[in-house]
């Protein structure tokens, strides 16, 4: 089992991402952005300042967190496909030079009020996933799907329908613990209860490649995309972190733990203050209490 995390959660340049990642004795980072903007986007020149300095400093970039297809995207937008396309052609050439294997992608932004199984628009956005994952298996890299407010993210059978179109060994999931707890579960008609990451994870576990560590519990609806929730250390809100880790020991999971805290204030230490640190502070705790708990569910 490999620990590693979205490090720009622990600053914005890529040498704070090292350095929390070095402090909590990890090897690995899920590089999303850095000096805030994606690493599929940041200039060459800036690439290759990432690169050599996690070469020097032994990191590795484990996944890519692209915005590929993610929750921002139309799928009737040809513009926010060819984006999401030249933003993968992009990223490929980066993830062959730093030796990473997979890339954070999602299925398209499903709007709120929109009848989740339209025939039409689950054609659409299956043949435009389809077409992506086509580049990864050109570019030899895996597409990790996750279960944000996308498509596939709209419950464990929307994902699974997403499997069932798109079979490819280039095609396999980035399961989040945390997103399913703000997330309808769009089966039936409304009103639709919230979904249970426990349920969600068992039935699509085999097909998972890569995990993110998010925790949180459920406030309220915002009337946007995304709920208002509090997010919590691993094991204290409602993802099921505890159960799902203990069934990934249990089935000798050998890939990556990758925490996303989104956590805004620090327990431990209330001598820091700053938003720099606080937000560094918390990333360190959050790694260090999942290792935690990692080592307590094998005890």
């Known amino acids: 089992m490999i620990f590693s995390g979205f490090a720009d959660e622990a600053g914005s340049t890529i040498e704070t991402q090292i350095r929390a990642t070095q402090e909590l004795g990890w090897a690995n980072i899920e590089c999303r952005n ?73 299925s398209f932004a499903i709007a709120r009020n929109e009848p989740p199984d339209s025939p039409e628009l689950e054609e659409m ?17 895996i597409f990790v799907h996750e279960n944000c407010q996308n498509y596939g993210g709209l419950s464990y059978l929307h994902t699974l329908k997403l499997l069932d179109h798109i079979v490819s060994p280039n095609f396999r999931l980035a399961f989040d613990t945390g997103n399913p707890v703000g997330s309808d579960h769009r089966i039936g008609k409304p009103p639709y209860q919230k979904q249970s990451s426990w349920i969600f994870y068992q039935n699509v576990r085999e097909f998972i490649a890569h995990i993110h560590i998010k925790d949180c519990k459920y406030i309220a609806e915002t009337g946007g995309i995304f709920p208002i929730l509090e997010h919590t250390f691993p094991g204290e809100g409602n993802g099921d972190v505890r159960e799902i880790i203990t069934d990934l020991v249990k089935r000798n999971y050998a890939g990556a733990l990758s925490i996303e805290p989104h956590l805004a204030v620090v327990y431990h230490d209330e001598s820091i203050t700053s938003p720099d640190e606080i937000r560094y502070a918390n990333y360190v705790e959050y790694g260090r209490r999942l290792t935690r708990l990692v080592e307590e569910v094998k005890a």
Not at 126 to 140: H, M, N, T
């Open 34 to 106: 850095v000096d805030g903007v994606n690493l599929t986007d940041i200039p060459d020149e800036k690439f290759d300042e990432v690169y050599q300095k996690t070469r020097d400093a032994g990191i590795q970039v484990h996944c890519f967190g692209s915005a590929v297809a993610n929750w921002s995207k139309d799928p009737r937008s040809e513009d926010d496909f060819i984006s999401s396309m030249e933003s993968l052609k992009r990223a490929i050439p980066r993830m062959h030079r730093l030796g990473t294997k997979y890339i954070r992608g999602m």
């Open 125 to 141: 956005i299956f043949k435009k996933v389809r077409a992506l994952v086509r580049v990864c298996e050109e570019g030899e890299v």
